[in-house]
């Protein structure tokens, strides 16, 4: 009989049970340690945290007072007697792969990663293991992504031509990740960046945080239009088809997000402009990043697990197909498929998640009460 | 191609109306004319012929993009669309082609008399001189299905602006069986028509729902105030056949169908009575399968639609005839600007000259003093093998494409029964990848028995919800099919239902679609199929 493996799959999350800590946990546990900062990883109701330092101040921001310990990427933390150290994802600032060693055995959760440097986040660094447990939203060969510079160069020529036509620029993406990636990448010489509260609150966690961001200026009621018009909008995906957006009417609206790749879910978006940006590996990142971390076995927690599963196991790889709830956050669904929920994944939510229908409302339960007065700020979700 | 692709791009990048035309002006003011109507032909559902089958495509796509077969097939579940999965999946490229529209439109047409062999090094070659836009474009080509998200009427207005010509002149020149190789530019925005297509069929006039909806019912007081004075308005069934043209101009013939489809070989017991009209004579009418001088429902129509051969025996036990309604040219002319009623005068006098009064019908006319007696005649619909009335106001011309106003459809209720979703398939286009095609059943003791397939009636909101259940209730897979928990019910609404030996459930649906969704029935009060068989009589 093979000894207990160091990392099972729980109906509370990913559990070392050696360490007596969990990753990312979606039920309240003591010990959490936590990938990023996003709603499906980052739940509220656990005793003790442990993440990144750069994604303290927006934990704080979202989670409200938490214990938090904090780590730098690299430094080690042991929890009984089992070796915890935080590496470079490159997802969103401050999000971090958590390498756990026990007795020469390694094992390395990604959490949401991507490849490419975005110029933002700390760039993905691959990590040697015996087992890797990842993600792979983006996990079929039809997602394959190009160079972000010629990307934001169609964003930028995009803003250009909106102030010819005198009609207002508003830019969706996600507020902890894609925002900021915008924010920092834009031509700041066509004019001023606006930002939804949403967005701007993130911002001003990540700021006290240390992160050098460009000026951005939230838009308060009394904003006005005309000068809002000159400059660029960054909205949250919660705000598409609000009160809030067509007052800036007209408008041209352009959603960033990696399921812009396919005509029929750009079309159902129903957004002016679909910009193929996404903060997850496409197929061929997914593959050099699992190659790179010569691991004997991974184990897929979200995205099209069935499909990449057995591409790997056909191309040599052992993989294994698990269900968890990552990918899968139904807090606050409204139309045209959007929301605050920060994964993208309200477009196509998650495959292949039946054994936890009687978990989905856990993330409703533990709504923090920042969030809730960021979706009050947006008019409320559908 | 470079433009071409661009234009699909700049379409895809707005929704509004406005701006779709500047982009298509746009293409029009920048490519040579013979591009211009290949343009034209392709997004009015002209589309080149198939040279290559889809199975040899499809196989030396997943040779170019090197993934297994499966692969390509879970890929294609994903996008929804086969020319746009294979254009993702090759492998990325720089180069873009200079070859016009109607070079590459050529080159397919050549095709046809190379071998295997040089097709595949001809497509082979092609996917790699053609970045990723350039290649869906050229994979539609290809593979057909021309979908473009823009209407022809939307083309039309653009072309109208910019060859000074109005909209029903261009509506009607692009009409028929057209080739772009033969119809040039220069012929299709002259001053004059030379109209020297014998075949061209007239734009068909459509009518307008007179309610959206069966939930938002008209009542003859309603109809009173939309319509006003009874007299005014000439009714008649409204009949669930085949829409139809029938020309007959110089000593020949031709029928075409709504979608525009030349059909004049699939209906040869109608050739008689249409070789025996004066030349210069077309019809507006239905076509039906008829029995004992009555006509049948659509059903009977449909075991001869779509069949290649018609043999002798089809044409004996299930023949058609003509239910005509309305008269569009007359002795040469075109009459379409007379009123409904001076047309009426000229149809009944052609049919009562045909000496084929079987074959040749005219769609009689509803006598009514009252909207609340028409009201009640409208009961009758489904015993006369109708959908229910046609109103026609007796001083209107007949009128290019669907308008508000003077042709109104009243249809019946559907009949409805509850069900229970048992599979479902994700959809194409904009539902891609997401579950919207579902499988219904009724219960037979306590089996549930699938009896109908449906794809519309649910919002976006209600489509997500769905799917969100699927994909955490499925039971099997098989293949694209998924099977679900029966636990949701939804109403069902359908036109007709009858006999089948063709489906397990032993009868067959017109036009089934979801009503709404019954979240306050679990699913033990779905309807039986003994329900469903307590219509058939209806």
Redesign the interface.
Known sequence: MAKKPLLEFTDKGICCPQGRFYIDPWKPVDDAVITHAHADHAYFGNKRYLAHELSKEVLLYRLGDIRLQTAAYGEKVIKNGVQISLHPAGHVIGSAQVRIEYLGEVWVVSGDYKVEDDGVSTPFEPVCCHNFISECTFG???Y?W?PQRGIFDDINSWWQSNQAHERATVLVGYSLGKAQRILQNLDLANGKVYTHGVIENTNEALRRNGIALNPTERITPETSKEEVRKGIILAPPSSVGTTWMRRFYPYSFGYCSGWM????????M?A??GFVLSDHADWDGLISAIDATSCESVYLTHG?TA?FA??LN?IGYDAHEEHTLYGDD?VA?P???ASENETED?I???????S??GA?ASGEEGLPDARQQDLANTGGP? | MRSFAQLFLSLDETNKTNEKIKVLQNYFNCVPDSDKMHMLALFTGRMPKRQINATLVRNWAIEASNIPAWLFEESYHVVGDLAETMALLMPQNAGSSSKTLTEWIGEINDLGEKTEGEKKLWLMESWAMLDSSERFVFNKLLTGGFRVGVSQSLVIKALSEITGLDTPTLTHRVMGNWMPQTYSYAQLVQEQDAADDISRPYPFFLAYPIQETSEKQKSADDLKTALGEEAEWQAEWKWDGIRAQMIKRNGKIFIWSRGEDLATDKFPELHPFLNTLPDGTVLDGEILSFKNGLPMPFNVLQTRIGRKNLNKKILEENPVAVIAYDCLEYAGEDIRYKTQAERRLVLEQVQASSPYPGVFNISKLISFNTWNELEGIRGQSRTMMAEGIMLKRKNAPYQVGRKRGDWWKWKIDPLSVDAVMIYAQKGHGRRADLYTDYTFAVWDGDKLVPFAKAYSGLTDQEINKVDHFVKRNTLEKFGPVRTVKPELVFEIGFEGINRSTRHKSGIALRFPRILRWRHDKPKEEADTLETLRALLGT
């Open positions: 079929m060969p039809v394959q190009k790749a396919v005509r029929g879910a750009k079309r159902r129903a002016d402009r099209y499909v057995r591409y056909e139904e669904l139309q045209p498929a309200t196509r939510a998650v495959d292949e998640a039946p936890f229908a989905q559908a």
